[in-house]
């Protein structure tokens, strides 16, 4: 379902966390200037700060000229954007504050047409929900609610019990086609090109499979801790902060079978469909297939535990259960203050049956690879033997390489841009869907009781992570 384009609101709720100052204001800066913002379009930001119109603006415009300089050169355009944001003071526990939203989108001509953001901690989404339905904002009825929407934010629940509990109270205020579960990866470029590489090139598809596919590798490493949400990464740790989300959708994307056709549902049926294939783990399988690391330093950061026990690393590996995949190892590792930044898949192919060219087991320095660049580097590369030159007759490995940057002249939107875009035309293929978002946590929820009791292994900064974690491979 599509706002009316000529005039509707954007309802932040948690106006002045980190995740507006840092994500959203400036992609929706960037939605303006590049007129991607209806003229008629407000921003209607909630904070518990008791501020005016005016001193909102104020502080937007001073953490933006901190966080995304670039944005306050347009003078004209950042003028006329920031005119457009109004702030109403209240607190999210309380129906009052609700019901003067309610009167504040009348004001505005929007109550029919808003789309609510919650940028807001995990806890808070039931009850945000709940006041909404109460002020008689939500996105069900014949008063108007047909075109409002919501968009939520990641951690969606903690664990599978509270997925469904949150999906359960959203599901009788919103209909599912107006419910937004962002995952932002979902609006990379180069995770949106995992599904154009597979899909629109004859030549890869019919090697995608367990005959041809030796394993799958993802990893998604940070050369950064946890910067400063230790209160955060206590409740959450990386198994719910990225496993259970970003990684999963990679997943996904790489397992999934071609949809029927383009549609939202199309796509998320097929992801869905991995999800449930993916095997749960038990105590017996965690020893072989789960390292869980922390790195050295985590415990003395702000608002962590002297002793605490939260995984800052995790090493999986994933067995997909379908006849695509059946017998093919999926391992998955992300991770805190590693050596380096990078989000890659690499996917290798099975060796010749024979090698000519060296040692029998010399062919996995060979074996063809496909690899997709997610970030920082957006490219993609294909790995194959060539005869090193010279008097002997071996092999050695060399790269096609295909690069964003230099083979399109025009760069891609930032994901936060892309999905606002997407949630406002009520393009849902990019979002996540309430069955994948419960087969998500119970694989998470198996990891995790799996393991109880066993302590992380420690891993020093900027280190690959714990040497346990080769024990998963092979
Ligand atoms: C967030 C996680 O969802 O994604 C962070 O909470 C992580 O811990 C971030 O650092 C990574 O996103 P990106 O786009 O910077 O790779």
Redesign the pocket.
Known sequence: MQLKPESFTIVIFGANGDLAARKLFPALFELARLGHLPAGATLTAIGRAALSHEEFRAVVQEKMRTLSPDSLKDEAVFEEFIHRIFYLSADLDDPDGYHRLKKELERQGTLCDALFYLATPPALAPVIVRNLERAALGGKGSAGGGRRKIIIE?PYGRDLGSARELNAVIGEVFPEDAVFRI???LG?ETVQNIMVFRFSNGIFEPLWNRSHIANVTIT?A?D?G??G?GALYEE?GLLR??MQ??ALQLLAAVAMEPPVDLSADAVRDEKSKVLRSIRLFSPQSAPTSVVLGQYEGYRSEKGVAADSTVETYAAVKFHVDNWRWKGVPFYVRAG?NLAE?V?EIVITFNCPPQNFFGEAESCSYTANQVILRI?PEETIAIRFGAKRPGEELVTDPVYMKFDYRTSFATGGLT?YHRLLLDAMAGDQMNFIRQDSVEYSWGIIDSIRSAVEGRDPEPYAAHSKGPDAAEGIYG
Do not use: A
């Open positions: 990641k995952d932002h990866y990379k998604i940070e950064f946890i910067r949400r959450s902060d990225i989300n970003h805190k930044t989000t970030q994901p």
